[in-house]
């Protein structure tokens, strides 16, 4: 049983006040997911942090930990007086704690307490000669160790750990600015903006939908989505944008070929307004080169020229079992599944144009005056939802 967590956060690349903002940010998501654990305390430090437990439960609070961005490494972490004979003790019972005996081990000191009486090497030899004849079978390999047994002292305590767990590392929250997600109900578009936000941005999501082409149903899986995001961001503000009357008179004013690449166009152009009357800086999309008609280069050309703020796409060389792992890993997978169908999928045609031309869709679109109003009129219309963190679930029900 751990007493404490030691918590290691940083970007390697950040500088003076960059690095401050940094922490900080880290900081204040640690707190707010450890309310729910009241006797929990943490204590900051340069650069990384103490939990102590004081009787709270390890496990649910590194699965919390296992959500904040930002966060490079965290270690169970036993401590004591610095005191030769209690570090010592507290060495053998955290290895006694292993689930199994490891056939090789290291004991590595830190020692930023110089008035320590014995210095590095006199502590790896006074710990690991002591630890050895306890566990039968079990020898010391300085090179690589199945096991690495840290000892780090300081003024009045000595820390004691050696597990590792990694961090999702990345930016925290915000750090960054903040972009616009378009948000299906697909596998692709939730991981790419969990990489966005992993990447230091802060989040909204926009869902066109097609009711009632598409059912209530679709709408919820995507707030469900959105959902599965805010456990990482605390919260996310959805706009829900209806998008039936554009799509159905694009698709009587175009030929099939073309109708993929317009919708898109049409889409970006309606999350380009939201975004900036949201202050956000960028639109995050899930595209991936090559995966369908509509993400060829051309293809993404043309539709990215239809919006004035950069378009991100995390995803864009990524194959689909990578971003699959990623989305079972972030739990979206199995709500991605979900047969209920995004708008996109009734109105795609059997064989769009893998090579749209600009200047055709331009004259198209030039073709089509209502189309603006109508863009303008979606924009308008969004219904705007706050999602945030598992405690909202059954909310999320009662809204249809
Ligand atoms: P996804 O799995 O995210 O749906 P996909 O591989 O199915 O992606 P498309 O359906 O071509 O690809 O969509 C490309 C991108 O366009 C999506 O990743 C998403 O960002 C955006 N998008 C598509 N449909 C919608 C929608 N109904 N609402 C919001 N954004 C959408
Ligand atoms: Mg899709």
């Known amino acids: 049983l751990a007493s404490l967590i030691l918590v290691r956060f940083g970007e390697l690349t ?16 640690m707190r707010n997911r450890l309310r729910d654990y009241p006797r929990a305390r943490m204590k900051t430090s340069f650069g990384r942090a103490f939990i102590e437990l004081n009787g709270e439960p390890f496990e649910p609070i590194a699965d919390q930990l296992n959500h904040v961005f930002g966060l490079s490494s965290f270690s169970p972490v036993q401590s004591c007086d610095a005191e030769a004979e209690a570090i010592r003790e507290t060495a053998l019972h955290v290895m006694s704690q292993l689930e199994r005996i490891p056939e090789t081990f290291k004991v590595s000191v830190k020692r930023p307490n110089k008035n320590f009486p014995m210095d590095t090497l006199q502590m790896q030899h006074y710990i690991g000669g002591y630890i050895l004849p306890q566990f039968p079978g079990l020898k010391v390999d300085v090179r690589n160790p199945e096991i690495e047994l840290y000892v780090e002292i300081r003024e009045k305590h000595a820390y004691v750990y050696c597990e590792v767990y990694p961090g999702l590392g990345g930016f925290p929250a915000g750090t960054n600015g903040k972009g616009m997600l378009l948000l299906s109900g697909g596998i692709d578009s939730p991981v790419a903006g969990w990489m966005a936000m992993k990447s230091g941005l802060d989040i909204e999501a926009i869902h066109f939908h097609s009711f009632p082409f598409t059912s209530e149903r679709a709408q919820q899986k995507v707030l469900e989505l959105a959902q599965r995001l805010s456990d990482y961001s605390g919260r996310i503000t959805v706009h829900m944008v209806p998008f039936t009357e554009i799509q159905t008179r694009l698709k009587q004013h175009c030929d099939d070929r073309l109708l993929i690449t317009m919708i898109r166009r049409a889409m970006m152009r309606v999350a380009n307004k939201i975004a900036e009357r949201r202050e956000a800086g960028a639109m995050i999309t899930g595209e991936s080169l090559g995966q369908v008609a509509s993400q060829t280069l051309p293809s993404l050309t043309v539709i990215g020229q239809a919006a004035s703020l950069p378009v991100l796409r995390p995803l864009i060389m990524m194959d689909k079992a990578e971003i699959v792992r990623l989305a079972k890993r972030i739990k979206t997978f199995e709500i991605s599944i979900q047969p209920y169908e995004d708008c996109c999928t009734l109105f795609v045609p059997k064989s769009p144009s893998t090579n749209p031309n600009a200047k055709i869709i331009e004259k198209l679109e030039e073709s089509a005056p209502w189309l603006e109003a109508l863009i303008a009129e979606a924009a308008d219309s969004a219904e705007v939802l706050e999602i945030s963190g598992e ?10």
């Open 14 to 29: 950040l500088k003076g006040n960059n690095r401050q903002h940094f922490e900080k940010a880290v900081i204040r998501d």
């Open 391 to 400: 405690k909202q679930s059954h909310e999320l029900e009662s809204l249809f």
